[in-house]
């Protein structure tokens, strides 16, 4: 089929079928003239990254509620953001989002600037973000591919080559069905089309309005697309955590700002190693002498690796830690939460 067909077949389902979301200008709004506000579509595509649509919603209007305006943002000490920030994971996005926006406030007056080339000279903003900020809140004709996009493109054109090898073949597929005409409504339907039709499993093929013209669908096996090199296994590491407390408060510290879940409250905590710590080993690096004792593990999977956690708690009092009512260690990134949660429960 021509480009032009498909596309106008995709944009006519997209005007019917477009998800409501919290930071979106709908495709009628847009045409009757309304704009997506930068500053939303940019926190939300910097959340959306690794995390899906639900689990994000609800720290997005937290984020729009306590910082309406990226000037608001910036203004804020960074603690306070990483702290709202937690259980969304990958934290350096947190610092890029922070860096970003002190740019888009000392530099650009708090307005974000309208190109993609300029998009992409903010600190933290990448190439994909800058494309989608550019797009859907400038409607500028950039090439927006994100995972959605390439399932939608590998199974259209049946794309042969395994991830992460295709990525520059489905861009250029991408990009040769971006057209001047409603280039932010486009790059939002090809994200829906993957997000609630062209599923990773089970798609819905028979609701697809590009069915007709998707070779994977052709082939009998659409969901073997796109193909994928087999994973490696992550490597295990093994570390342990101290639940220090003084009476309902639990002692915290804070990480160095740089690697890791860098910059945020967390318990203490050894190094992460390959072998597990020896109960003398364990004992020698508590933060405080006290009569630590074992009360269980927890688990926990990073993108690059998985992770054991023993866990020794203690009653006592520490130097250079940071004392949380055990009401407001939600807060903590999740790991930390989890720990605390199991050791706390564990002694009770």
Known sequence: ???????????????????????????????????????????????????????????????????????????????????????????????????????????????????????????????????????????????????????????????????????????????????????????????????????????LCDRCPLSADCAALATGAPETYPRRTAKAVRPHRHGMAYVLTKGDQVALVRRPPKGLLGGMLALPTSDWRTAPFTDAEALAGAPAPADWRHVGEVEHGFTHFTLTLKLLRAEGEARDVIWSPRRDLDGLPSVFLKAARAALTNLL
């Not at 939300?44 to 943002?73: G, N």
């Open 1 to 203: 089929m021509p480009p032009e067909a498909l596309r106008a077949k995709l944009l006519a389902w997209y005007d019917g079928e477009a998800r409501d979301l919290a930071w979106r200008v709908g495709p009628v709004d847009g045409r009757a003239g309304a704009r997506a506000d930068p500053y939303r579509v940019w926190l939300s595509e910097v959340m959306l990254q690794q995390t899906t649509v639900p689990h994000a919603t609800p720290y997005f209007l937290k984020f729009t509620a306590r910082w309406p305006t990226v000037s608001d943002l910036a203004a804020e000490a960074d603690g306070e953001v990483m702290a709202a920030w937690a259980g969304l994971g990958y934290y350096a996005r947190a610092r890029n989002l922070m860096a970003c926006a002190r740019a888009v406030a000392s530099e650009h007056g708090g307005v974000f600037p309208d190109t993609e080339e300029a998009l992409r000279a903010l600190p933290g903003l990448g190439p994909y973000t800058a494309a989608a900020v550019a797009a859907i809140a400038f409607d500028r004709p950039t090439n927006v591919v994100d995972g959605n996009v390439e399932r939608v493109i590998s199974r259209l054109f049946a794309v042969e080559t395994p991830l992460p090898d295709a990525k520059p073949e489905l861009k250029r597929l991408a990009e040769s069905l971006v057209r001047d005409e409603r280039p932010g409504d486009w790059a939002q339907a090809l994200m829906d089309l993957g997000a609630t039709i062209c599923k990773p499993k089970s798609p």
